[in-house]
């Protein structure tokens, strides 16, 4: 029998927030919770597994059978497997903590929210009561001496240019608290006003140190690079040493086995300060949080396209949807838009199957679905990375959408930025 060795599965996809930058404000989707009928011929599949993740694009708790859902996956596991859920805090109240830990037996929780400051919380997070969420949170870490079985209390945090600033202070929260992990995500922009507040680049680092003392020039740098060249190739005279310095760029990239994406580079030139500012403020909290022995998982800053992994293929997950469709990951859950190297793009959804009309088993083992897979395990050599190609922002074809990129892959992950650990999710 072949399964995942891992499953996240979506109880609910209805949510009693309204966040900013949630996905669930721009999708046009059946709004639903997962039957208890269908959860329970799921559970049947759980009993090879080592982990079941009880998340989606919801908020678990609004599901009025999901502690009935926690139970059965936990009498369908085996003793040394985990349960894990991410939530948004407010409907944990301490009967259902108590049950959840002392009876029931979860192995993590996770409370999704950015900062402990109300007014900032309650902006991003709409629907937010923070004195509950807090209080919750307090209630969950006073009852992990009590729990079932080895439990981890954890936070996860959306980093964008409205959150940054408060980092270093829910780190001490946590450390006060008894938070064993910390999950940092960067913002995932689903629209070109949501792309504003994107604190990372979609380029490798090794070509923002090479040109970012000169991205105050703009783009004179190219402008004058071309008409050098132009005065060369008409006159054999030099006017300028702007193409030798476009060249000097290159060459330097090209030696460490990268390109040099001029036009988002030149985008950050007003956000230089913004960008080492963020650097540091990571590396700050990092120090922070092992003083206090906690595990803070930070995303990348920049996209290094020789380093690409899948979070799912890697942990062999699948996600079981709401619908009992069977996706690949949270990139491709749902039909959406992003905005990502400067342009829009259509995601696809991408489904393998139904557990209401076929065991995961046979989903899972599908040639379709194990193709998938496996040209997955080495993104770096299978997919390109649009991040590094000037095109990418020049509205060419392929990254108009994920069906088919340049290197002929159908469902394409060329732009996914779970991939380059820019965006992270809790598995």
Known sequence: ????????????????????????????????????????????????????????????????????????????????????????????????????????????????????????????RVGAETHTILENLKTVSKLKKFSKYPFSLAIEIVLMKDTLDYLPNLIEFAAQNGVDKILVTNLIPYTEALNAQQLYLTVSETSYNIVKDFLDEGWNIIHDAVMESHSITYTGKSVSSALEKYRMFWKKAEESGYWINFPILLETKNNLELVEKTLQVLKESAKLASAYNIELQLPNQFADRKKRICPYVDKDFAIVRVDGNVVPCMEFMYT????????????????????????????????????????????????????????????????????????????????????????????
């Open 1 to 124: 029998m072949e399964l995942p060795k891992g499953l996240q599965v979506e109880v609910t996809n209805k949510c009693n927030f309204r966040c900013v930058y949630c996905l669930r404000n721009f999708w046009n989707i059946k709004v639903q919770d997962m039957p208890l009928a269908s959860f329970k011929k799921l559970s049947s599949s759980f009993n090879e597994m080592e982990k079941v993740v009880l998340y989606g694009l919801g908020e678990p708790l609004t599901n009025p059978n999901f502690m009935k859902m926690v139970q059965l996956a936990r009498t369908s596991l085996k003793k040394d497997s985990e349960i894990s859920f991410s939530t948004n805090g407010s409907l944990l109240n301490a009967k259902l903590a108590e049950k959840l830990l002392k009876e029931i037996g979860v192995n993590m929780i996770s409370f999704s929210f950015d900062t402990i400051e109300t007014s900032a919380l309650e902006r991003l």
């Open 336 to 427: 959406h838009y992003e905005y990502v190297n400067l342009h829009k793009r259509l995601v696809r959804e991408v489904v393998f199957g139904n557990v209401l009309e076929e065991s995961l088993e046979n989903i899972w083992s599908s040639e379709k679905f194990k193709n998938f897979r496996i040209l997955r395990k080495d993104l770096n050599k299978n997919f390109p990375w649009c991040g590094e190609c000037v095109y990418s922002t020049l509205n060419c074809y392929y990254t108009l959408s994920s069906e088919r990129d340049c290197m002929g892959n159908e469902d394409s992950c060329s732009e996914c930025l779970y991939s380059v650990n820019i965006a992270q999710c809790m598995l």
